[in-house]
């Protein structure tokens, strides 16, 4: 790896095709919005994290993984009462000096990294992993009926959209905006009965008919896709997005969390989820057994997302990925939202906080469907950091076949890919099944 890189985040790398000349992770800077009357103050947005305290004090009080139920609750409460503590710090002096936690500006990856160090600190690594195994063990048992669903559209566009709905409806479990948090505990927020009665186009942000052109045109050659929850939002969302995707010829990479935040998924959970799905549906068995479809950690450990601070085995596997998607109201809305990318890029989310959606000026439960084409290399400043990038080259199979006369965007390990159904083989047919 080279030196220069090193020095630049010891373990973590840029994204090689982010735009870092214009990159910001951080869509709204909550210092700059101070000043708006008509947006959440700095109140509100220390409130808006001070109102999911009790959820994840309740979770933390019931952690298996605790020595007992006593302790559990006292370590709980312990959680409780520091993390309420900075947040009163932080309303009084946006840059405070925390003890053990020095000083910065206010941002939100201050304050999600501070509740994730508060969690930790008292033992709770993983307080949402009951709650996650559940869900995941739920949504196994709805994806039959919801691949049926989708096989069941043999226009192509119109299975995508399908399957993006399936997306926006998955996101709903979310156990880390208080809304969902209580739709999830009162037992509502349903996956079918959520993608049918999603907000009225047109959305938020409202990109879904240029997808749906780019779809009927050459498909991409590798998506990497940013996942988010566990549950339905991995399950019936981002995984079958990524088989409408393989579907259409497309190499998948997940990219998932190294460390444990929130009710999102990590990536050696994924891994094992995956294979799980793939026991229910050939296709996804297929793609698994060949690595058509694969698994990579990003390296974060929050429910948020810094393109420039990855893994070194996520950056190798983005290295000739042609299409990013990010999901999620943390990874697509309230950080990198206007990110640019040297290739086409998938922003899909849906807003859960009001503090959001006064930002974004739309409807609670609205939906973010960004689009945007890739917009060129992305320029001599990451051929300046990465100076002799052959490392990354080691990563990658070079493999290339051809198939009924075709170049293949699959590699050799998926032999004639007659096993896709319905396909006959890899689909490069440009516009609608007709």
Not at 142 to 171: H, S, T, Y
Not at 279 to 296: N, P, Y
Not at 378 to 396: E, F, K, M, V, Y
Request: charge should be negative.
């Amino acid at each position: 790896m080279p030196t220069k890189l090193k020095n630049l985040y010891p373990g973590k790398l840029p994204l090689p095709q982010l735009n870092l000349t214009s990159y910001d992770p951080q869509t709204i800077h909550y210092h700059q919005i101070q000043e708006d009357r008509d947006l959440p103050n700095l109140d509100a947005w220390v409130e808006l994290f001070r109102k999911t305290i009790p959820t994840y004090q309740k979770l933390a009080a019931a952690d298996p993984s605790a020595k007992d139920k006593k302790s559990a609750e006292q370590a709980a409460q312990r959680f409780a009462d520091h993390y309420n503590d900075l947040m009163l710090q932080l309303a009084k002096d946006p840059l405070a000096n925390l003890p053990g936690f020095g000083s910065e500006p206010l941002s939100i990856f201050r304050i999600v990294a501070l509740r994730e160090a508060c969690l930790k600190g008292q033992g709770f690594w993983d307080p949402f992993k009951p709650v996650k195994d559940e869900e995941n063990k739920k949504a196994l048992q709805l994806l039959p009926g919801i691949l049926k669903d989708l096989d069941d559209v043999q226009d192509r566009c119109k299975r995508l959209e399908l399957a993006l709905r399936g997306v926006f409806a998955g996101n709903v479990f979310d156990l880390g905006a208080q809304g969902t948090a209580d739709m999830f505990e009162n037992g509502e927020g349903g996956f079918e009965k959520t993608r049918v009665n999603l907000v009225e186009r047109p959305w938020a942000i409202d990109n879904l008919d240029d997808i749906l052109q780019r779809w009927k045109e050459k498909p991409h050659h590798k998506a990497m896709l940013f996942v988010d929850n566990a549950g339905t939002d991995v399950v019936l969302g981002m995984i079958l997005l990524a088989r409408e995707l393989i579907k259409n010829g497309t190499f998948v990479v997940l990219a998932a969390n190294e460390v444990p935040a929130l009710n999102d998924i990590t990536a050696p959970e994924l891994k094992v989820l995956l294979r799980d799905c793939g026991k229910l549906d050939k296709l996804l068995g297929r793609a698994v057994e060949e690595e058509v479809i694969t698994v990579v950690s990003s390296g974060s450990a929050l429910p948020i997302i810094d393109l420039t601070k990855l893994s070194p085995e996520c950056v190798a596997a983005a290295e000739d990925v042609d299409l990013v998607v990010l999901e999620g109201m943390g990874r697509a809305i309230e950080t990198n939202l206007y990110a640019s990318f040297s290739c086409d890029s998938l922003k899909l989310a849906m807003v859960k906080h009001p503090e959001v959606a006064q930002v974004l000026k739309c409807r609670m439960y609205d939906c973010v469907c960004k689009f945007d084409r890739g917009k060129g290399q992305p320029g001599t400043q990451w051929g300046d950091i990465l100076g002799d990038a052959s490392w990354i080259n080691q990563h990658r199979r070079q493999k290339q076949q051809t198939y009924n006369g075709k170049a293949s965007p699959w590699t050799s390990v998926v032999g004639s890919a007659n096993w896709i159904p319905g396909n006959g083989g890899i689909s490069l047919c440009v516009g609608d099944d007709d």
